[in-house]
C-alpha cells in the first residue's frame, strides 16, 4: 500500500499552511512555484517530530545520530563512503555554499556556475561570497535536453582568476543528472586546474526511474578539492527545520574542522537534525511512493501540455520535481509567468531570474496531486482563450 493517498490532497487544505508556497500568492492563485511538496510528511519523520515536541525537546542541536544516517544512507543507496568525521551539520544548503567560498576562494575569484541555474547561487556567489560568476551556460541536444559543457568547463576552469565551481547536481532547474564519465572529467579538471568543486546534491535522492544520482565523490579521489552538500530537505519536504550537511574530502575536511564558525553550524535546526535522521533511516518506503508520483506526473504533464499547450517545449526532468518549460512560442515575452499569475492564476517561477537562458521559460512545481495538476495546466492553457 502507498505511504498515503496522492488523490486526497486537498487544495483548501494544503491552504492552510504557513510556508511560503502557500502564503505568498493570494487564496486564488495555485501555487506552482517554489521546491516545496504537497505530500503529506512520512509517518515516521512525523511521529519523531510529534515526540520530540511532546518531550519539550527544542533546545539546541546536537546532531546525534545524523553523521551516521547521512554515511549509512549513501552508501547503501548510491554506494558513496563517508568517513562520518567529514559530515558536518548546517543550517542549509545556501549557507554551507556560502560558508564553502570563504573557506576555498578569496574575494573577487572567479566561480563558475551553469546557467540557466537556480537562482540563489548568484546572489550567494556575488553578494554574499563577494566572487565573481563565470557563466558556462549548459549545452542542449537537438531535442533540447541540457547537459555539461565540458570543454566550455575546462576553457573556464584554466582561467587563472576562476577557483571553484558551483555544481547543481542533479541540476536545478533543468532536471538533468550528470553521467559518471561527465563527474570523472570535471574531477579531472578540477584537480588540473586546482579548482574547488562545490556540488549541490540537494536534489540527489529524487533522481527519477531511469536515472541514477551520481555524488561527485562516488566518482573523484578522496584528496579531491571538493566540498559536497546534502539534505534531506528537498526529498522529504523539510526545508523549514534547517537541517543540511556540508561533506568535505580528505583535502578539504582539516580546512572545513578549523574554519567553519561554530556558531554557524549550531544554527542547524533541532528539529530538523532529528527529522534528517529519521529521513535517512526509516524515510525510505515514502520517498519510493514520492518517487514513483513524480515519474507518474512528468508523463501527465509531458501529456497535458501535448494536449493543451502544443507549442510548449519541454524535457521531461531526470530528476526531483521541477518542469523548465519553453513557452517562447507563445510571445509572452521574457516572463511567461507574470502572464500566468496575472491571468492564469498560477503562481509558476519566472524563467528570467535562473541567467541566460531563461528568458520566455517558466519553471513548473509538479509535486502535486494528478488533479492539481491538471488544473495547472489547465489554468495555464485558458490564458490564451
Ligand atoms: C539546487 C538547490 N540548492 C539549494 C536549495 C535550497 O536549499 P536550502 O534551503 O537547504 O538552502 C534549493 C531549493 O530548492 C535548490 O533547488
Not at 486564488?28 to 512555484?33: E, L, S, T, Y
Not at 527529522?275 to 508520483?293: K, N, S
Request: aromatic residues 10%; proline residues 7%; glycine residues 8%.
Amino acid at each position: 500500500m502507498p505511504a498515503f493517498d496522492v488523490d486526497a490532497i486537498d487544495l483548501s487544505a494544503l491552504r492552510e499552511r504557513l510556508s511560503a508556497k502557500y502564503q505568498y500568492f493570494d487564496a486564488d492563485v495555485i501555487p506552482a512555484w517554489v521546491a516545496e511538496m504537497d505530500f503529506p510528511m512520512a509517518a515516521p519523520i512525523a511521529e519523531a517530530l510529534h515526540a520530540a515536541i511532546d518531550r519539550s525537546d527544542t533546545g539546541y542541536r546536537s546532531a546525534v545520530g545524523l553523521a551516521d544516517a547521512l554515511a549509512d544512507f549513501a552508501r547503501e543507496r548510491w554506494s558513496w563512503e563517508i568517513p562520518t568525521e567529514r559530515i558536518t551539520p548546517i543550517p542549509d544548503v545556501l549557507t554551507g555554499v556560502a560558508q564553502a567560498l570563504a573557506m576555498f576562494t578569496e574575494p573577487g575569484d572567479g566561480v563558475v556556475v551553469n546557467t540557466p541555474v537556480y537562482a540563489p547561487f548568484f546572489s550567494t556567489v556575488r553578494d554574499i561570497a563577494r566572487r565573481v560568476l563565470v557563466d558556462v551556460p549548459m549545452a542542449r541536444s537537438q531535442e533540447g535536453a541540457y547537459d555539461w559543457d565540458l570543454d566550455g568547463l575546462e576553457a573556464a576552469f584554466a582561467r587563472p582568476d576562476v577557483t571553484a565551481f558551483l555544481m547543481s547536481n542533479p541540476h536545478n532547474p533543468t532536471g538533468s543528472v550528470p553521467s559518471r564519465q561527465s563527474l570523472a572529467v570535471i574531477a579531472e579538471l578540477s584537480a588540473r586546474y586546482g579548482v574547488t568543486v562545490i556540488s549541490d546534491e540537494i536534489h540527489g535522492p529524487l533522481a527519477l526511474p531511469g536515472q541514477r544520482h551520481v555524488p561527485f565523490m562516488s566518482v573523484a579521489d578522496d584528496d579531491a578539492d571538493a566540498v559536497i552538500l546534502v539534505s534531506a530537505s528537498k526529498a522529504w519536504n523539510l526545508p523549514g527545520l534547517k537541517c543540511a550537511q556540508l561533506v568535505g574530502t580528505a583535502r578539504t575536511a582539516e580546512t572545513i574542522r578549523r574554519r567553519l564558525p561554530l556558531e554557524v553550524t549550531y544554527g542547524t535546526g533541532h528539529l530538523g537534525a532529528i527529522a534528517a535522521v529519521v529521513a535517512y533511516r526509516e524515510g525510505g518506503p515514502w520517498l519510493g511512493d514520492v518517487v514513483d508520483i513524480l515519474d507518474g506526473n512528468r508523463r501527465l504533464l509531458a501529456d497535458l501540455l501535448a494536449e493543451y499547450l502544443p507549442l510548449a517545449g519541454f524535457v521531461p526532468p531526470q530528476a526531483s520535481y521541477l518542469a523548465w518549460v519553453d513557452f517562447r512560442a507563445y510571445g509572452l515575452g521574457d516572463d511567461p509567468a507574470a502572464a500566468f499569475l496575472e491571468r492564469g492564476r498560477v503562481a509558476l517561477s519566472s524563467g528570467p531570474t535562473y541567467g541566460a537562458g531563461g528568458e520566455g521559460y517558466a519553471r513548473l512545481n509538479f509535486a502535486t496531486s494528478p488533479a492539481i495538476l491538471t488544473e495547472i495546466v489547465r489554468r495555464l492553457a485558458g490564458v490564451f482563450q
